[in-house]
């Protein structure tokens, strides 16, 4: 074989294995293809593997198989009790259909601006309805599947499923959240005062309570302390008569002793009576020792 020959058989396989090259490509499992004919598309392939297409003539698209998310920006909507609630959702959505979804959105940075303001529509359209209590209590997941049901009528014509819409975060707005504050600061406040007031009311029961048995007490102290005090008092008079009664002499100089201790102190008390009183009965008498002054 001559050497031009070998030069054009070279060329030949390099031109097949080029074509070869540019006609086969790969289809990942994540991913699903859109060949298209000078911008038309031609056909769509949904299962992974190897395909085929005509060499410099198609082009192949490939759009995400898997679940896509889509975090929207908060929004403020107004609630069917005409209370504004800010929410902050988040939509995860899958491309069922790559031919409607290029005719229609053309790329998936375009289609996320279309996405925005029809969940959006949807968000409003559900909450509108309710009030803040159901977005906040259990209901929310059926409201959820109202908005995600809503969102989807809307999204058939892009060939996209939503696969869900969920709410991350619902705050009133900054206005509301202060007046709500006060609101609840006021309430609280004149709570306290009742709470106040009810054991101001309280203490002064117990106090008053309190007061009449410690009075209670005290006179009954007093009662029993003057039962005893006259039970000790009559003894003491009875047995006083009673030895009064043993030896009268005795006991009349025994208080005559007393009666003398009591009146002549040791201050140097001077008393003036007359010398025939009978508090001298027992001094009457008595006379100095020779010698004495």
Known sequence: MSKPVKIGLGIVLLAI????????????????????????????IKEAGLSWKV???Q????????????????????????????????????IEDPLRFRQSAGSEVAFRSRLEPIMFSALRSVLGEVSLFRVLSEDRNSLMGRIRDE?????????VEVVDIRIKRADLPKENSEAIFRRMQTERERE????RAQGAELAQRIRARADRERRVLIAEAKRD???TRGKGDAESVRIFAESFGQDID????????????????????????SPDSEFFHYLKGL???EGTR
């Open 17 to 44: 294995l080029l074509v070869l090259l540019n006609g086969i490509f790969a289809v990942h499992q994540t991913q699903q293809a859109l060949v298209v004919q000078f911008g038309s598309p031609v056909r769509q």
């Open 287 to 289: 006379t100095k020792p």
């Open 59 to 94: 082009q192949v698209e490939f759009f995400e198989k898997r679940v896509l998310d889509y975090d929207a920006e908060p929004v403020e909507l107004i609630l069917g009790d005409q209370k504004r609630l800010v929410v902050d959702a988040f939509t995860r959505y899958r």
């Open 192 to 195: 306290a005062k009742e709470l």
């Open 250 to 273: 005795f006991f009349d100089f025994y208080r005559s002793m007393q009666a003398y201790k009591k009146a002549l102190p040791d201050s140097g008390t001077s008393i003036v009576m």
């Open 55 to 57: 060499p410099f003539i």
């Open 225 to 227: 302390a003057d039962i």
């Open 151 to 159: 969102a989807n009528r809307a999204l058939q014509q892009f060939g």
